[in-house]
């Protein structure tokens, strides 16, 4: 599943845990065929790659959740890459839903009578895909339509145990570092997150 030569930092800072009620965001990379989730830190280096990746979280208010993935390219040639984001539940019951809206280029979780959004940040020549499966599937090959190609398998929808995950496009210039801004907010109807999001947007704009 995971071939990539990885040279983790000593002195790594562990990724905070976060409750079991809570939709946990897990980051990740592929590049060049093969593919690494940070699942227990938020900095990671591959070496054969000449790549860095540094996640950066905060909870600018109570119900957003907002990171910042940072990938470094320290070679000497561009770097065409995907940085995947997954977000599930530890402890979810069967009311759990997650599904793709292809309208609204959004990914919705319902479980305990709230709504959850996922999304990203990215600029106009990055591309996005996005997709929900059983949460068995997660950390396997199955996420794939084509590993080759970095192409996520899509499906829209899923029930229970599941995950959504999403992967943005990114070409990284020589010695340059790119960005990615994600985040998950949580209410009560779509509307309310829709609205809620528009105005992180906006905020993110002026700064």
Not at 16 to 25: G, M, N, T, V
Not at 70 to 80: A, F, I, M, P, R
Not at 178 to 187: E, F, L, Q, V
């Amino acid at each position: 599943m995971m071939n990539l030569i990885e040279l983790q930092k000593n002195q790594q800072t562990p990724k905070p845990k976060l409750p079991s009620d809570i939709l946990q965001f897990v980051p990740g990379i592929w590049v060049n065929g093969q593919y690494l989730w940070l699942q227990n830190c938020t900095e990671k280096v591959i070496y054969d790659e000449e790549l860095i990746i540094i996640v950066k979280q905060e909870q600018i208010y109570s119900n957003i959740r907002f990171s910042s993935i940072y990938v470094s390219n320290h070679g000497n040639q561009t770097k065409e890459i995907k940085v995947l984001a997954m977000h599930y539940f530890l402890n979810v019951g069967q009311d759990h839903l997650v599904f793709v809206s292809p309208i609204d280029h959004h990914i919705f979780h319902h479980a305990n009578k709230k709504v959850f959004l996922v999304n990203a940040q990215q600029n106009e020549s990055d591309r996005i895909e996005y997709t929900a499966i059983p949460l068995w599937n997660a950390y396997t090959d199955q996420i794939w339509g084509s590993i080759q190609k970095g192409n996520l398998k899509y499906q829209p929808m899923a029930k229970g145990p599941a995950a959504s995950i999403f992967a943005v496009k990114m070409s990284i210039a020589p010695h340059e570092t790119n960005r990615m801004n994600t985040w998950t907010i949580t209410g009560s109807s779509k509307n309310e997150l829709i609205s809620m999001e528009k105005a992180l947007i906006k905020s993110l704009g002026s700064t």
